[in-house]
C-alpha cells in the first residue's frame, strides 16, 4: 500500500491538533490561551482545503479562538455546505439539515446559573460576551442566555454571518411564530420552508394559519403540523405553494382543494370524502392543479369505485408493485391501483389503502428537487 503523502499527514496533524486545541478552550477549568498549533501559518491553498474539509460545528467553535480564525473561515471557505440552515426553535438550534443528515452548529439554552458561574468560559459573539459550554455527548457548543429569543436571534446572526449564508428553514412554535417574520426582513433570499409545531386550539391561533397560507413569504414548502382551531375555516384562494403538509386536515373543504396549486400535497386526518376526491380527480384530468406530482389524503375510509366514478373506461388496473417517489421526498409503495391518463398523456395512478388513504401519484416520478 502506498503511503500516505507528507502533506497529507501533514493535514491530519493539524486537524488532530486543532481538535485537541478547540477542546481545552470549552472545557472548564482549563487555561483559556491554548497551546499553539500552526493552522494558520500554512500558505492560503492548503489552508483554504483544510477549512472546507471541516464540519460547520469545528468552524464555529475554531471561529470563536480569535479575530483572525474567525476573519479566515470567513474569508476562505469556499465549499458549499451538505444541507439547508436551519433555525429550529424545539431545542433552540441553528443546524444544517438534509434529507438524511442533521448537524446541529451552535445552540442557545436558558441557564442562568451558568450565565453568572465562574467555571464557565465566556466567547465574543456580535459584540456580546456569551457563556458557552460543550454538549456532552455531541460535542457542539451551547451557549447560555436569560432570554432564549435574544439568544436565537444573536446565534442567528453570527453563523449567517460566518459562513456567508441566508436560512432556508424556519421549524416555528407558537412563541417562536415571530422568528418566521424576522428572518425573512433580515435576509434577500425568501425562506424554503417553514414548520409550524403547536397546539393551535385557541381562535387567536387563526390569524397564524391564514399567514401562513396566504400571506408569508416562503418559496417551497409548508409543513403545518399543529391543530387548527375548531372554527377555522379558509376563505379565498391558497397561494402557489409547491410542497403542501398539513397533520390535522379536517378544515381543508374540495372548495379549498381547488384552489390549490401544488407539487407534493399531503394531507391527513382529512374529512375529504370520496365524492370530493372524485371532484378533485376530474379537476385535474381536465387541466387543474398541473403541476401535481403527489397528492395523498388520510380519510379513513375510500371506495375506490366511488372516487373513480364516471372515469372506469380510462381507467386501468395495475397490480405490480411500483415504488414512487416524489420531488419532495414523500415515498410510497404503490401494491396496486389505477393508472389513468390526461388528454396530454400525462399518467397518473390512484392508489387506495384499507385504512383509508388515497393516493394520486403522476408519472414520472422525480426525486431531485430537495436540496
Known amino acids: 500500500m502506498t503511503s500516505p503523502s507528507p502533506l497529507f499527514r501533514l493535514l491530519f496533524w493539524i486537524i488532530s491538533v486543532f481538535i485537541q486545541t478547540i477542546k481545552s478552550l470549552f472545557i472548564s477549568n482549563i487555561p483559556l490561551h491554548p497551546p499553539p498549533f500552526p493552522l494558520f501559518r500554512l500558505p492560503y491553498v492548503p489552508l483554504r482545503k483544510i477549512i472546507d474539509f471541516m464540519d460547520p460545528d469545528a468552524l464555529v467553535s475554531l471561529s470563536f479562538c480569535s479575530q483572525k480564525s474567525h ?8 465549499a458549499p455546505f451538505a444541507g439547508r440552515l436551519c433555525v429550529s426553535w424545539a431545542n433552540r438550534d441553528v443546524l444544517f439539515h438534509s434529507v438524511n443528515n442533521l448537524t446541529r452548529v451552535l445552540r442557545a439554552c436558558y441557564d442562568w446559573h451558568h450565565s453568572y458561574s465562574n467555571k464557565i468560559n465566556h466567547v465574543k459573539m456580535n459584540g456580546l460576551y456569551v457563556p458557552v459550554r460543550v454538549h456532552p455527548s455531541d460535542g457542539y457548543l451551547v451557549s447560555c442566555w436569560e432570554n432564549e429569543t435574544k439568544g436565537m436571534k444573536t446565534i442567528t446572526q453570527y453563523v449567517t454571518d460566518l459562513f456567508n449564508i441566508d436560512v432556508s428553514e424556519v421549524w416555528a412554535s407558537k412563541q417562536s411564530f415571530h422568528m418566521i417574520e424576522w428572518v425573512n426582513r433580515r435576509q434577500k433570499t425568501p425562506l424554503k420552508k417553514v414548520i409550524y409545531m403547536a397546539c393551535s386550539i385557541w381562535p387567536s391561533e387563526n390569524k397564524k394559519m391564514i399567514y401562513l397560507l396566504r400571506d408569508c413569504t416562503i418559496l417551497t414548502e409548508i409543513c403545518i403540523c399543529s391543530d387548527a382551531p375548531l372554527d377555522f375555516r379558509f376563505s379565498g384562494n391558497f397561494r402557489r405553494i409547491d410542497s403542501l403538509y398539513i397533520s390535522y386536515g379536517q378544515w381543508v373543504t374540495i372548495d379549498n382543494l381547488l384552489t390549490m396549486d401544488g407539487i407534493d400535497i399531503i394531507l391527513k386526518s382529512s374529512s375529504l370524502s370520496n365524492s ?34 364516471g372515469l372506469l373506461h380510462n381507467a386501468v388496473f395495475v397490480e405490480n408493485r411500483r415504488n414512487y417517489t416524489s420531488p419532495f421526498g414523500h415515498q410510497w409503495i404503490l401494491w396496486d391501483g389505477y393508472d389513468i391518463q390526461r388528454a396530454d398523456g400525462v399518467t397518473a395512478t390512484v392508489h387506495y389503502q384499507p385504512l383509508g388513504a388515497l393516493v394520486i401519484a403522476v408519472w414520472p416520478e422525480a426525486s431531485d428537487n430537495y436540496t
Open 276 to 309: 370530493d376526491m372524485n371532484v378533485f380527480l376530474k379537476h385535474w384530468l381536465s387541466g387543474g392543479c398541473p403541476r401535481l406530482k403527489l397528492f395523498g389524503a388520510k380519510t379513513g375510509s375510500v371506495d375506490i369505485l366511488q372516487v373513480l366514478d
Open 71 to 78: 476573519s479566515v473561515i470567513k474569508t476562505q471557505r469556499r
